[in-house]
């Protein structure tokens, strides 16, 4: 199958043409319940996200808090 | 005595302290300041998550946010569109709706940018989020916040992290005086009677960060500051005695022999 290239929080991730947005979180070890997620900077329905499939230069940004004052 | 609740956004809490959960050695650090602190609500950063490091701690793994009202800021933006994406993503972590915003206008001193912070309390408050705004201690600008659909105005005391105090009492007076809404100092003070002084002016609450993760013992200058706060409030309403120029014994002048 045919590899795209993808950027996640700013690093550039190789997935496969097509897979879905949720194996990627999975891989990465999310914990979707402590976490918010922008595909091209629109906000995403986590729990739809194995509706979404990674196209070519998509840009992800996975968002969760720290401390801060 | 009464119950003296604060209340933000018609929640209701018993501490008057707010502290910033940043600039701590680690994570532990920060929950056992909490802890001493007695706060109730704690402000946090939104930030990308490490997905290098998959084990990183989290600060929900330290802090209950179950049991601990976050409040999810906007520090960083130095502009409407950032503070907005940034907000947006927090309410989306879990539905937090209460939040600090501060859209800061310069690097080196961290004023706010009050137009830009104007705006942004607009667009947020129409969508239903409960902002509470950092901003600088001019009345009118409160003002203006108060009529955009702030739920609560933080003025600074001095600049982020400066731990200078409170610079203007003044206009921190004249802000309380004007407004409905609870006032909260934030930013810019450096010990615990510097939050009795806020709380001396009537303010509603404090915020601190810096003032507490830096001291040389954070734990205690947490408990100092809950103290501080607590006491500033009991003798804001116990009513403080007119300043008078000259002396007034405090013994009776008569029967003296």
Known sequence: MKKIKIKVNGKVKTVLNNSKLSDLLKNLNIPLKKVAIELNQEIIDKKRSNNIKLKKDDKIEIVHFIGGG | MKKDKLIIAKKKFDSRLIVGTGKYKNMSECA?????SGAEIVTVA???????????????????????????????????????R???????????KLVKLEVLGDK????????????????LAKEGFRVMVYCNDDPLMAKR?????????????????????????????IIRKQTKLPVIIDAG???????TIAMELGCDGVLVNTA??????????ALAFKNAVVAGRQSYNSGRIDKILMGNPSSPTEGII
């Open chain 2, 32 to 36: 056992k300041a909490i802890k001493f």
């Open chain 2, 46 to 84: 939104v930030r990308r998550v490490n997905i290098s490091n998959k084990n990183k701690p989290l600060l929900m793994d330290y802090i209950d946010p179950k049991k601990i009202t976050y409040l999810p800021n906007t520090a960083g933006c130095f502009n409407s569109k950032d503070a907005l």
């Open chain 2, 86 to 96: 940034t907000l947006r993503l927090a309410r989306e972590i879990g539905g937090w």
């Open chain 2, 108 to 123: 080196t001193n961290l004023f706010p940018d009050m137009i830009e912070t104007l705006k942004t309390t607009e667009v």
């Open chain 2, 145 to 173: 916040l108060e009529n955009s659909g702030a739920d609560a105005i933080m003025p600074l005391a001095a600049p982020i992290g400066s731990g200078l105090g409170i610079l203007n009492k003044i206009n921190i007076q």
């Open chain 2, 189 to 195: 003070l450096g010990q615990a009677s510097d939050a």
């Open chain 2, 212 to 221: 507490i993760a830096k001291a040389k013992k954070p734990f205690e200058m």
